[in-house]
């Protein structure tokens, strides 16, 4: 089991960039994939983007691609999610997430909220 918790939202116009972060507790953290979720106004958390235990492999959802950029570093048990030319459709609660095995995330951080203006 891994601790995570996100920072970095906020509120920024149309075009902003934002830098997301996700900090984890433990010592295993390099044993765990993390993605990145969005939860708009309706109930289900969207992927947005996942990055392999060695950092590298990043995948990112379609309406993501160019735009978003997902990283880690290890050493400080930390994830980050740069968001480039943000739209008010990105607008959502953001959430880190820890899966052990492919595609089973099931810790989960407390998310951060990013609201983007038009």
């Known amino acids: 089991q891994v601790q995570l918790e996100e920072s970095g939202g906020g509120l920024v116009q149309a075009g902003g960039s934002l830098r997301l972060s996700c900090a984890a507790s433990?010592?295993?953290?390099?044993?765990?994939?993390i993605g990145w979720f969005r939860q708009a106004p309706r109930p289900e958390r969207d992927f947005v983007a996942s990055?392999?235990?060695?950092?590298?492999?990043?995948v990112y959802a379609d309406s993501v691609k160019g735009r978003f950029t997902i990283s880690r570093d290890n050493a400080k048990n930390k994830v980050y999610l740069h968001m480039n030319s943000l739209k008010p459709e990105d607008t959502g609660i953001y959430y880190c997430?820890?899966?052990?095995?492919?595609?089973?995330?099931?810790?989960w951080g407390q998310g951060t909220q990013v609201t983007v203006s038009s």
């Open positions: 997430a820890a899966a052990y095995v492919w595609s089973q995330y099931n810790d």
């Open positions: 433990g010592r295993t953290f390099s044993r765990y994939i």
């Open positions: 990055i392999s235990r060695s950092g590298g492999n990043p």
